[in-house]
């Protein structure tokens, strides 16, 4: 398969050559802040799972350098337009449109924000980014806590973990993945312990307000992960951007206005964690937290919803820590139940991701923006060249 074939098969894959994004997942992030504003009053942002480095480069663009992308972009021109309408002409109505491209330039100039700070992790190195601070750690390592904390302020002491409290994080994204086995079941479990990774960082760092987005795959057990979620967060959706394909699992959960239960301790060294149920509970290191977030859950002896207003904070038999309802002790067989609610993301006139598209007679195909700097298969074409190529005579120890 040539470069041109996958242009014409994947017109994000294009664009963001032709638009300098290391990774089409760019357009993921841009279109999920189209729909959610979230990049409104941020400026301490963490990226986990972060390389190559399309994300980081959004953040950057838009925090640091002040870029305006997508419905934001439009939607300042047209505010500023109206202002000179109605400075003019005292109306809103423009008699003309001929000075819209003086609009234009003047909306599309840059305003970078104050005190930026952005820390990007992942296990692989990520190439430097203007403004971006890069960590080549393990998002479900607890070592990494500290590292993150330590990034964000210098001044951070892990011994009196002095700083924590001071120096919050707005926003944490996290698009981990796992390199796909193709056993859809064991995919998705290995993608929910990275999800519930992010989470756990992401209770650690968030300040009250805070908002949180990762990559999820949908399966069998996405509900009970939203349930835990809505605990920690006002409002919880899930959205799949125009750019993610419609053949994928992938979406991505996104939970605004972080509300802390009052008491819950973060802690790496006992991080949340997902279970098959979570009426699995001993009754050891359990603790009350009365909580504000509406949550309902069935109770599966009588079919009625009842609503959850205390929570409990529950390590199991395996040492997995979940957040429950106190109810629970009462009624041992209830499940936990909510739905959030799903929403497609991008401008409807955007590309779809699971189109081929014509190319142009004169189009050229570009090479990445940013080749991988150590992927996980770099020693296995290093033996492959070393044996002469695919089809060498001898075959490569790998
Ligand atoms: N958002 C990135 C971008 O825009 O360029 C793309 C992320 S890529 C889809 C998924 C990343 O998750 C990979 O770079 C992989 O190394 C990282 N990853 C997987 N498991 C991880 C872990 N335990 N800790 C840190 N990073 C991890």
Known sequence: MGKSSKDKRDAYYRLAKEQGWRARSAFKLLQLDEEFDLFANVTRVVDLCAAPGSWSQVLSRVLIKGEKFGRTAWEDREAKFRQQMLGVFGSTQPPFVSSASEIKSEADKLRPRENVKIVAVDLQPISPLPGIITLRADITH????????????????????????????????????????????????????????????????????????????????????????????????????????????????VCLNFQPPKGFSPSLEKPLGVGFRLNKMTEQNTRSLPITAPMVMQNQATGTWESITHFVQVTDECGITKVEPEDHRQHAEIDIRWIAPFIACGDLSAFDSDASYRLPPDHVPLDPVQPPTAPPYKRALELRRAHGGAYGKTSPKV
């Open 142 to 253: 607890p070592a990494t806590v500290p590292l993150l904390l330590k990034a964000l302020d210098p001044n951070y002491d892990e011994k009196t973990k002095s700083q924590q409290a001071a120096h919050p994080v707005d926003l944490v994204i996290s698009d981990g993945a796992p390199d796909v086995t193709g056993l859809h079941d064991l995919d998705i479990y290995v993608q929910s312990q990275l999800l519930f990774a992010a989470l756990n960082l992401a209770l650690c760092v968030l300040k009250p307000g805070g908002k949180f987005v990762a990559k999820i795959f949908r399966g069998k057990n996405v509900d009970v992960l939203y349930a835990q979620l809505k605990i920690f967060f006002e409002q919880v959706h899930v959205a799949k951007p125009r750019s993610s394909r419609a053949s994928s699992v992938e979406a991505f959960i």
